[in-house]
């Protein structure tokens, strides 16, 4: 696997697919990309996170009700191949990305008979000026390993959000809590169906790319079987980002499960943020001011 910065330029013209994806993340804040990860791959990652989540202890799962699982890449090696995935960077290369950085990553998997998803939103650098502006800070790259549907906890959202306020910004203006995520009221608004939502029913193997602004949830998975998806998080512009930003997106935790070996090639790949300057980091706040109108 390799990454070079230098081949990574801006230049939205290679084809009209791509040029189709760029304007569809900046207008309607995502885009899908059917089967990205080959099959053996796949298969790979299938088992990994099963075992992950085979050994996950009931306390964690009551905790994350909502969500369902929420850990982290970190847990195994084989999800670092899976952050330089030649066919994932060869995505943010047509979407015009330049020299793309990797923060963090989870595998959410809803178990059977689980309840939707909060609406939420990822971003938490509402007061950065930059997130009221047309390009996206942070991607969330999602890998679904099975087949969704509304059946089993499909993901859902509100097309255009990213940009525009929708009135569940004010209904749930930080959705991260712990009431939330327990689903101490069932029947909080946050869960709720709403008439603008869209459907994003994939394949196994699919890729939904989106920005992190954008309003999202996850239906109930009322199947008998876990829905499972790996959610990358890249900054697809980290050089044209603020200090503030940079300096608060920092250099990601390195937990021992993944060697210094590895930390080390994902450096030399240059997908790693540093931050070297001496800004005080970017205030985290997820909670969209009014200039998102």
């Known amino acids: 696997m390799s990454f070079n910065c230098s081949n990574i330029v801006n230049d939205h013209s290679k084809t009209d697919n791509n040029k189709e994806h760029y304007r569809e993340l900046i207008s309607n804040g995502y885009f899908v990309i059917s089967k990205l990860l080959d099959r ?13 989540l085979d050994a996950q202890d009931e306390d964690a799962g009551r905790a994350q009700l909502s969500t369902g699982s929420m850990i982290s890449v970190t847990e195994n090696t084989l999800f670092a191949e899976l952050v330089v995935y030649p066919r994932a960077l060869e995505v943010l290369r ?17 178990p059977p008979e689980s ?6 939103q990822d971003w ?9 502006t047309p390009l996206p800070q942070q991607l969330f790259f999602m890998y679904y390993l099975v087949d969704t549907t509304p059946k089993n906890g499909c993901l859902r959202l509100l097309q255009g959000s990213h940009r525009k306020r929708h009135e569940m910004h004010d209904l749930v203006p930080d959705a991260h809590t712990d009431k939330l995520r327990r689903v101490v009221d069932p029947n909080h608004s946050a869960y709720q169906a709403i008439k603008d939502e869209i459907d994003v029913p994939v394949q196994a193997g699919d890729l939904v790319v989106g920005d992190s602004r954008l309003l999202h949830s996850a239906h109930s998975n009322i199947s008998g079987s876990r829905r499972t998806v790996i959610t990358l998080w890249y900054q697809p512009f980290y050089d044209l980002l603020s200090e503030g930003l940079r300096s608060a ?3 990601p935790s390195r937990p021992p499960k993944w060697t210094p070996e590895v930390w080390e090639k994902l450096n030399l790949l240059g997908i790693i943020p540093a931050y070297e300057g001496n800004e005080e980091p970017t205030p985290w706040n997820r909670t969209p001011g009014r200039d998102l109108q």
């Open 94 to 110: 047509n979407i015009g990305s330049i020299c793309p950085r990797w923060s963090s990553g989870y595998i959410i998997s809803k």
């Open 115 to 120: 309840p939707a998803l909060f609406w939420h």
């Open 40 to 52: 053996s791959f796949l298969e790979d990652l299938k088992y990994v996170t099963s075992c992950l």
């Open 249 to 251: 997106i920092g250099s």
């Open 124 to 132: 938490w650098g509402w007061s950065d000026l930059s997130s009221y």
